[in-house]
T-cell receptor
Framework: SQTIHQWPATLVQPVGSPLSLECTVE??????LYWYRQAAGRGLQLLFY??????ISSEVPQNLSASRPQDRQFILSSKKLLLSDSGFYLC??????????FGEGSRLTVL | GQQVMQIPQYQHVQEGEDFTTYCNSS?????IQWYKQRPGGHPVFLIQ?????EVKKQKRLTFQFGEAKKNSSLHITATQTTDVGTYFC?????????FGAGTILRVKS
């Protein structure tokens, strides 16, 4: 069966520090991969999506970046965090835009 | 970009009362998906509607897709405390899924 792992689950980072969130999917090949962000009490904002290795589409201008070094690995990064980067980050995968399967999420607090 | 409008933003009901959330689009949708996110959790897929006028039921949940495929609704009959959370609709837009703003449901016991 397919599973998705996302880590770390929580982190507290100072402003200006780097960020790396990792997501891996098991049990499927060539999934579509997504990074969403959710501010407290708000909706889901699509940040990046990828339909294949090395193919990244960015949805909003920001100081975040994403990479897909392997078929089932999706990484969200930042060189210098801002206060506004705080939020709940969710990785998700799908096959041909059917049902989205979300990871458990990573809660980031930037101080 | 494309986005479905979801209302209400928030609803607080007494346990046993019904609840409905609505999604509306200015354009025809190919399909629509619904998700539930429990407090502190991640969104979980509920259902996908594809056909015009489609109605699907899951126990106390009823999902409808409008005849013109521009709107959809989720109705919960006789809410229970386990129904609390945020309900999202989502539409396909190219290779991505765009979510509505969500409706937060709180249930008083």
């Amino acid at each position: 069966s397919q599973t998705i792992h996302q880590w770390p689950a929580t982190l507290v980072q100072p402003v200006g520090s780097p960020l790396s969130l990792e997501c891996t999917v098991e049990g499927t090949s060539n999934p579509n991969l997504y990074w969403y962000r959710q501010a407290a009490g708000r909706g889901l904002q699509l940040l990046f999506y990828s339909v294949g290795i090395g193919q990244i589409s960015s949805e909003v201008p920001q100081n975040l970046s994403a990479s897909r070094p392997q078929d089932r690995q999706f990484i969200l990064s930042s060189k210098k965090l801002l206060l506004s980067d705080s939020g709940f980050y969710l990785c998700a995968w799908s096959v041909d835009l059917g049902e989205l399967f979300f990871g458990e999420g990573s809660r980031l607090t930037v101080l | 970009g494309q986005q479905v409008m979801q209302i209400p933003q928030y609803q607080h009901v007494q346990e046993g009362e019904d609840f409905t959330t609505y999604c509306n689009s200015s354009t025809t949708l190919s399909n629509i998906q619904w998700y539930k996110q429990r407090p502190g959790g991640h969104p979980v897929f509920l259902i996908q509607l594809v056909k015009s006028g489609e109605v699907k039921k899951q126990k106390r949940l009823t999902f409808q897709f409008g005849e013109a495929k521009k709107n959809s609704s989720l109705h919960i009959t006789a809410t229970q405390t386990t129904d609390v959370g945020t309900y999202f609709c989502a539409e396909e837009y190219g290779n991505k899924l765009v979510f509505g703003a969500g409706t937060i449901l709180r249930v008083k016991s």
